[in-house]
């Protein structure tokens, strides 16, 4: 049975980003609408008549305020450190409101069957000392005042339906990252590993070895389990320990007789499940300076190789050391597989993992444990 894919595995129904807006905005006001009844309602504020045109006043301008916010507002230019434009935002909000409330008013005092207690107080809120307040700091500052006690459920709401929708977005390109980073150490096994195995093969096809089917046949198990079984989100323990065995067993096959590899897994790979190609970048690096031409290093000098994996039902540890005889400035940490690995292990399991590299002139040392779930 093939192994599940990416695809597979999400859900087969998914919104689109506008219609899941959508939902969260008519959830939202059906809450705020229930805020508002429940507000105009209250013991000392009440009208014998329907309040739904006052509710329906204060609705409009929560839309308006919340869109603001949420779109605008703190993404644009709040959080971009566009203060000036944030306020400016601000303060058109407050005379928004102000215009708003003044012609919604005035509509419903001149088209509405309001009872008296009603049309009292929508003149005395919003249309009385209209063009007084609307000109004064002072009474800007009043309506604010007046406005902070009705809009600040749905201010609070609107900072919170931003982080709601920001930490989804973060997730979307948490996602979209791993993604990319499994692609690009799929790309990575490797460009300048598979020139010097290609290289290698060509030598012993060339002399007649009886090693060159064998590395062929490894050749071609790594670049099947690569290209075919890395696309799930996780893949079986074992075929993950399988793919690193036949990598060494191809490393033994190119390197010199001075070039000493040792393997062993200990405990048993059955039903854990790992994140593909986890653990092949902290092994491949180990080899770099065998292939750089660059130092003072050289393929025949002697160097000794150890990995050893650690697997039971709950965690697996990977332990590599390299030993040389010549001397290397410390740089494993930094290689950019390497790097881009420890970020996998943050984004995939984080919390459940730990990663100690020592590194010196002449030895390397790797430990990392991964909690599976």
């Keep these: 049975m093939p192994a599940p894919t990416l695809a597979s595995l999400r859900p087969r129904f998914q919104l689109s980003t506008a219609a899941a807006a959508g939902l969260l905005q008519l959830g939202l006001w059906v809450v ?113 005042m007046g406005m902070l006690a009705v809009f600040l459920f749905p201010v609070l709401i609107s900072f919170l339906a931003y982080t709601l929708v920001v930490e989804r977005r973060r997730l979307h390109l948490e996602r979209h990252h791993l993604a990319l980073e499994l ?101 491949e690096r180990l080899f770099a300076p065998l292939d750089d031409n660059d130092d003072d290093i050289l393929p025949e000098q002697p160097a000794r190789f150890t990995s050893h994996v650690q697997a039971n039902a709950a965690a697996v540890g990977l332990i590599l050391t390299r030993t040389s005889a010549a001397a290397r400035p410390p740089s494993y940490r930094t290689e950019p597989a390497v790097a881009a690995a420890l970020r996998r292990l943050a984004l995939q399991y984080p919390g459940r993992h730990t990663a100690h590299i020592s590194e010196a002139a002449h030895t390397l040392r790797v430990e990392i444990h991964i909690e599976l779930a």
């Design 183 to 283: 692609g690009f150490l799929k790309s990575q096994i490797n460009p300048q590993f598979l020139f010097h195995t290609l290289g290698s093969l060509l030598r012993l096809t060339q002399t007649r070895d009886a090693r060159a089917p064998d590395v062929v046949l490894h050749l071609a198990d790594l670049m099947r389990y690569t290209l075919y079984e890395t696309d799930a989100e996780r893949v079986p323990l074992a075929r993950e320990l399988e793919f690193l065995e036949d990598y060494l067993a191809l490393e033994r096959l190119r390197r010199p007789a001075t070039v000493e590899i040792a393997h062993t897994v200990s405990g048993e790979a059955t039903t854990q499940q790992l994140a593909p190609l986890l653990l092949h970048p902290f092994l």
């Design 32 to 144: 705020m609408l229930g805020f508002y009844f429940a507000w105009n309602n209250r013991p000392n504020f009440s009208f014998s008549g329907p309040i739904w045109p006052l509710v329906l006043l204060q609705m409009g301008f929560a839309v308006l305020l919340f869109n603001a916010l949420v779109y605008l507002i703190i993404p644009h230019w709040l959080l971009r450190g566009h203060y000036g434009r944030a306020l400016l935002g601000a303060v058109g909000l407050l005379y928004a409101f102000q215009l708003w409330a003044y012609t919604c008013a005035r509509l419903a005092l001149a088209f509405l069957p309001l009872d008296a207690v009603m049309r009292r107080t929508l003149h005395a809120f919003y249309v009385a000392d209209f063009w007084t307040m609307l000109l004064s700091p002072f009474g800007q500052l009043q309506v604010l």
